[in-house]
């Protein structure tokens, strides 16, 4: 088994959905004024493919927000082939983000699966939170990420495009190879090909408000998860909540 260890954080996020000619000037703004992600590797030391699997219950109540369902997520996220994996809540209420983060080795995937598993192991919170609120695996949600990064008084300010987006519906936890579907494309009234993700601790970082100024760029809902399960079904609808004020927080 890997090393397990837990993590929180607590962090705004803002999101834009960005078209393919405002993707690649954020590439190049990010590559001038940013550092490289320590984990990226590519050209530029800063990219790296990410998978994660997403859980929801029968009735899609993550999904469609209901009730105390609204406030979080739960998630395996993989990246590359790594035998790495970690078990994640999110916690959002409107652009702030609290964040549980537990690694672990892909080798223990089976015993989310189990009606009981022993509670010293690192994940058993995770697999508790699942029972409890009945949730199961719905779908695979791939990418490929650019991750750039800068410090200010001591804490990690972060940048990240994903693009070629991709998901496939799953019904077991484990991770799936295969491309599955472009969930961008699939958007209607727009032409997007990434979602540029801003965030920070505190303050909006003047660096992060000159380039929304600088490219003219619009805060929007752009849930990878909820983007994914509506491409896979169409029936779903996605309702943005009214109380996201996530464009505030940017301008700030």
């Given at each position: 088994?890997?090393?397990?260890?837990?993590?929180?954080?607590?962090?705004?996020?803002?999101?834009?959905?960005?078209?393919?000619?405002?993707?690649?000037?954020?590439?190049?703004?990010?590559?001038?004024?940013?550092?490289?992600?320590?984990?990226?590797?590519?050209?530029?030391?800063?990219?790296?493919?990410?998978?994660?699997?997403?859980?929801?219950?029968?009735?899609?109540?993550?999904?469609?927000?209901?009730?105390?369902?609204?406030?979080?997520?739960?998630?395996?996220?993989?990246?590359?082939?790594?035998?790495?994996?970690?078990?994640?809540?999110?916690?959002?209420?409107?652009?702030?983000?609290?964040k549980r983060r537990t690694r672990t080795s892909v080798e223990t995937l089976p015993l989310l699966a189990q009606p009981s598993i022993d509670p010293a192991w690192a994940g058993s919170w995770f697999h508790r939170r699942l029972s409890a609120r009945r949730l199961r695996p719905v779908c695979q949600v791939t990418y490929q990420?650019?991750?750039?990064?800068?410090?200010?008084?001591?804490?990690?300010?972060?940048?990240?495009?994903?693009?070629?987006?991709?998901?496939?519906?799953?019904?077991?936890?484990?991770?799936?190879?295969?491309?599955?579907?472009?969930?961008?494309?699939?958007?209607?009234?727009?032409?997007?090909?990434?979602?540029?993700?801003?965030?920070?601790?505190?303050?909006?970082?003047?660096?992060?408000?000159?380039?929304?100024?600088?490219?003219?760029?619009?805060?929007?809902?752009?849930?990878?998860?909820?983007?994914?399960?509506?491409?896979?079904?169409?029936?779903?609808?996605?309702?943005?909540?009214?109380?996201?004020?996530?464009?505030?927080?940017?301008?700030?």
């Open positions: 088994m890997s090393h397990s260890r837990d993590v929180r954080v607590r962090a705004s996020e803002i999101k834009f959905l960005v078209g393919a000619e405002a993707a690649e000037r954020i590439r190049a703004w990010a590559r001038e004024h940013l550092q490289a992600d320590p984990h990226g590797s590519g050209v530029h030391g800063d990219e790296y493919q990410t998978a994660s699997l997403y859980f929801d219950t029968a009735g899609y109540d993550v999904f469609h927000r209901r009730g105390s369902f609204g406030r979080g997520k739960y998630r395996i996220r993989r990246y590359g082939d790594a035998d790495a994996i970690f078990l994640e809540r999110k916690m959002r209420q409107a652009a702030v983000l609290a990420r650019m991750a750039r990064t800068f410090v200010r008084d001591g804490e990690v300010m972060r940048l990240t495009l994903d693009a070629d987006l991709r998901a496939r519906s799953v019904r077991e936890i484990g991770f799936r190879r295969g491309a599955g579907v472009s969930v961008l494309s699939t958007l209607r009234n727009t032409e997007s090909d990434a979602i540029l993700e801003l965030k920070f601790t505190g303050p909006a970082p003047a660096l992060f408000r000159r380039l929304v100024e600088e490219l003219e760029l619009n805060p929007q809902p752009a849930s990878k998860y909820r983007l994914s399960a509506a491409a896979l079904d169409p029936a779903l609808v996605i309702a943005p909540p009214v109380s996201d004020r996530g464009g505030e927080a940017v301008h700030a």
